[in-house]
Structure formats: structure tokens, C-alpha cells
């Protein structure tokens, strides 16, 4: 990846917010590589800034968004999901969470941030581009839509997803960017659990298998419960699948184990 800019020397904020990011992965775990604290520390800057222009999250500041999006977007690379050099795409990336934050702690993923807002695509283009993420990219497309491009379905390694959608939406928009013997990772709280029957039904449909619940580590807030909702890709997604957008919100698969 590339140099943070020269003239972006981080002040004593930037600093403290570098080394409490750094706390909070070593709590979780992870050895950050060289300058990923810094990285997401200035990351945070224009978060801030551009969140004055656009809803990008409910509460900028960083106090909250330190385990609410930064810790908990990287919590789940304690489980060993995301093997070296996989191909990860962050469906609805809204904000850049989890896929900049991945990015940055696994230089060796290839993140591609998928996002149906204009406006945010905008943002995430100028922050990879601030903090010289050279193995990130952004597309600028509804997730029905691009999962139909040749050069999208079933080519990514590892499909995630963070606080979208209800599982068996979640797999229609994910599963067809997965390929067979991938997997897609959902980021999710503990009522996940109650939609798990329904996903399933979801996945079969999909060429998925039984969608599996795994606890997140997650020491900086234990009391907050976690989890990556984690399927397995078994078989090709028929071409029917994604349908058309807004359907897979509107009428989700799986209720009646059926399309």
C-alpha cells in the first residue's frame, strides 16, 4: 500500500486515536501491520469530515465509533475467515465498514466496496485514494445489479456484510458473488439467531449450505454479544438469483423453503 501523504503529519488526536486502535486490536488479538493504526486513525478524519456533508454514520465521534465500527469490524479476523490474498467484497458498504478497516489490518486482501449511493461511492473512492489503498476498490452499483456483471458473480472468495439486511435477504444479495468453496460472512447481533431456519431455507435455494452462527471474540465490550453468521458456498447460484432489485427485500426466501 502506499505512503500516507507528507503533508498529512497526524496531530496529537490523530496519535491517541492510533494507539487506542492499536489497544483494541491487540485486546482482539491481531498484530495491526506497520502504520494500519495510523491509517484508520486518519480514516476516522475524514469520516468526520464527510459525515458533515452526509448521513455516513449516527454518531461521528470517535469515542463511539471505536468498538462500534473499527473493533467490530475487524473482530472477526480472529476467527481465521479470510485466507491470505482472498478476494473479499463488502456488499452495501455504506460508510467503508467492514471492508477499510479490513483493508487496512490484511494488506493481502483484494477488497472490492459495493455500495448503491452515489455519493458515498464518492466518499470511499477519495478515502482509499487519502490513505493509499492500492488493494482496495469501489463499484458503484445495487448489489442485484452486480451480481449479474460477468466480471462479479461467484469471483469473490469471501462475501461480507454488516448490519444491512435480515439473513435470508442477506444471502440473495451475497451468495452470487461467492464461488463455489467461498463463503459469505455476515456481521451480525445475537437476535441473528432467531432468523437462522429462514436463512438456511434461503441458502439451499442459493447454492448455499446451512448457515452456521460463530461467537466473535470481543473483550473491549463484553457486553455486547457478536457474531459472523458464516455460509458455505456448495454449488453454483442459478441464474435466476439475484432477482431483479428490491425483491429479495420485499418478498425474503427461505419463509416457505421456497422461491
Request: with cysteine; aromatic share 4%; glycine share 8%.
Amino acid at each position: 500500500m502506499g505512503q500516507i501523504l507528507a503533508d498529512q503529519v497526524p496531530g496529537p488526536a490523530a496519535v491517541s486515536r492510533a494507539q487506542a486502535l492499536s489497544q483494541r486490536a491487540q485486546m482482539l488479538g491481531l498484530d495491526l501491520p506497520p502504520q494500519a493504526a495510523q491509517r484508520l486513525a486518519r480514516f476516522h478524519e475524514l469520516l468526520a469530515r464527510g459525515n458533515e456533508r452526509m448521513n455516513l454514520v449516527g454518531n461521528a465521534e470517535f469515542e463511539d465509533a471505536l468498538d462500534r465500527h473499527y473493533a467490530d469490524s475487524l473482530a472477526p479476523l480472529a476467527l481465521g475467515l479470510f485466507a491470505p490474498g482472498a478476494r473479499v467484497i463488502d456488499v452495501g458498504s455504506g460508510a467503508g465498514f467492514p471492508g477499510i478497516p479490513l483493508a487496512v489490518a490484511r494488506p493481502d486482501l483484494q477488497v472490492t466496496l459495493l455500495d448503491a449511493l452515489q455519493k458515498r461511492v464518492v466518499f470511499l473512492q477519495e478515502a482509499a485514494q487519502a490513505l493509499g489503498l492500492d488493494n482496495v476498490r469501489v463499484l458503484h452499483a445495487r448489489a442485484e445489479d452486480a451480481a449479474r456483471l460477468e466480471d462479479q458473480r461467484e469471483r469473490y472468495d469471501v462475501a461480507v456484510s454488516r448490519a444491512v439486511a435480515s439473513l435470508p435477504v442477506l444471502m440473495e444479495l451475497m451468495l452470487p458473488f461467492v464461488r463455489v468453496g467461498g463463503q459469505a460472512v455476515c456481521y451480525k447481533g445475537p437476535a441473528a439467531r432467531g432468523e437462522l431456519a429462514a436463512a438456511a431455507g434461503a441458502a439451499r435455494l442459493l447454492g448455499g449450505g446451512a448457515p452456521r452462527a460463530l461467537a466473535v471474540p470481543f473483550p473491549c465490550r463484553p457486553d455486547w454479544e457478536r457474531l459472523a453468521v458464516v455460509c458455505l458456498k456448495a454449488e453454483k447460484t442459478v441464474r435466476q438469483y439475484p432477482r431483479k432489485a428490491g425483491m429479495p427485500a420485499r418478498s425474503p426466501l427461505g419463509q416457505n423453503d421456497k422461491p
